[in-house]
């Protein structure tokens, strides 16, 4: 008899998971056997005793994300094997064993079989960041598996996963396995960002030979967006005397490359004070501020509208316009009133490099969008490449809704 709890599908709900599809929706189950709670280990059965997975119990639309489907005997084991193998697919990609990239991500949740588990490489320290209770729980043997596997090239693990866990309630569901009565509590546990090995030594990475300070205590995400390396690097081959604007900038990624890539002119805006502060200190870091870069801390929409600069080349990296479904529609409105505002300042003949990291937009959708934007413009535009994230960021054949970043470089006319 197995140590877990069963979730027991639907004859003709059985597809999915046979098909290794990592989730397992709350309408597929027919019934539980055990009482989970959410993160718990559970194990899914057809309704004929077909055992099909094992994955976390969760208590939202999704009932359990797959991490295994074949039968775990050795559950430490079997993160073991996952993060070396996780290793082996960035040593294979030349990131690894890179002389002049030290930064990528080792877990891309789904992407490595591991749903709800981010872990990125920052030259010697890993940030480990869980989307689920359960992975969270796996923790002290996540860093045991990065041990094993990085030896003494691991400086320290931190745990940044308070603001991805408890960012909202949850609701607690258990059955009564006597009267069948389902009870819901509401629970916000609180929890603490820390080192859970070692002390932060250094925080500057190198990527593709150029220096980043990166703050994984207060950045967004882990600390710095991995996933643009490749469009960075695709970003210097257009840059090169010309006047580039760097919206959305965060910590100035794009303004660092167009900057060593000979740009005469670059331009960083964001909303947030604090990001334009990390982006003058990578651009000093690279460049010493030799005078062709200017940083402004304003509205993206202000920006266009009260900027009298003419520019070649703009880069549209926003922030996610829609965290659900339910904001779908308007993320559509907001993509297609950025881009248009982009196509209005280019200046004829510019570049144009826009992206979507909204993972409820797809590809079709966002093309959509930023067609509407052309139209709109009046401009002939047309698609020089289509872009997406890179290799240590690997989408599950299975599972193709881990293809989350979206992008276009664009010729306008």
């Known amino acids: 008899m197995s140590k877990y709890p069963a979730l027991i599908l639907h004859n003709n709900k059985t597809h999915a998971a046979k098909r290794f599809h990592p989730w397992i929706f709350s309408g597929a189950v027919k019934n539980r056997e055990g009482n989970p709670y959410q993160g718990d280990i559970v194990e899914v059965y057809s309704d004929g005793g077909e055992y099909l997975g094992t994955g976390h119990f969760g208590t939202g639309s999704v009932s359990a994300r797959i991490f295994s489907f074949e039968k775990v005997t050795d559950l430490n084991a079997l993160w073991t094997k996952k993060i070396k193998s996780a290793y082996a697919l960035r040593l294979a990609a030349g990131l690894a064993d890179s002389q002049n990239t030290n930064a990528y991500r080792l877990v891309n949740a789904e992407g490595d079989g591991m749903p709800g588990l981010i872990v990125d490489w920052y030259n010697g320290t890993a940030v480990l960041q869980a989307h689920s209770k359960g992975m969270h729980r796996e923790k002290e043997n996540f860093v045991a598996a990065l041990k094993e596997v990085y030896g003494k090239n691991l400086l320290a693990v931190y745990d940044k996963s308070s603001t991805t866990l408890h960012h909202k309630p949850e609701s607690l569901e258990t059955i009564d396995e006597e009267t069948g009565k389902t009870t819901k509590q509401a629970v916000n546990p609180k929890g603490n960002d820390g080192y859970l090995f070692g002390t932060a030594s250094q925080n500057t ?36 005397n010309k006047k580039v604007l760097n919206t959305f900038c965060y910590s100035g990624g794009f303004s660092v490359y167009a900057l060593a890539a000979g740009a005469s002119l670059v331009h960083s805006v964001d909303s947030s004070a604090k990001a334009v502060e990390w982006t003058d200190e990578n651009v000093k870091l690279n460049t010493g501020n030799k005078g062709q870069h200017q940083s402004f801390v304003s509205d993206v929409f202000d920006f266009f509208k009260t900027s009298e600069e003419g520019y070649d080349v703009i880069v549209l990296d926003p922030p996610a316009f829609a965290k ?49 934007a052309a139209i709109e413009s009046g401009r002939n535009i047309k698609v020089l490449h289509h872009l997406t994230q890179p290799a240590d960021h690997p989408v599950s054949i299975y599972n193709p809704e881990g293809l989350y970043l979206k992008g276009l470089v664009l010729f306008v006319e």
């Not at 190198?206 to 695709?234: C, M, P, S, Y």
């Not at 970003?235 to 090169?240: K, M, P, T």
């Not at 881009?339 to 490099?353: C, D, E, L, P, Y």
């Open 205 to 240: 990475i190198l990527e593709n030979d150029h220096k980043f300070a990166v703050d994984f205590e207060q950045g967004q995400k882990t600390g710095f967006f991995i996933d643009q390396r490749d469009n960075r690097l695709l970003l210097s081959r257009y840059a090169a």
């Open 324 to 372: 659900g479904q339910s904001a779908r529609h308007a993320a559509i409105k907001a993509y297609t009133r950025l881009n248009h505002a982009a196509f209005k300042k280019i200046k004829k003949g510019g570049i144009v490099f826009t992206f979507s990291c909204s993972q409820v937009v797809d590809q079709e959708m966002f093309l959509g969008a930023v067609t509407a």
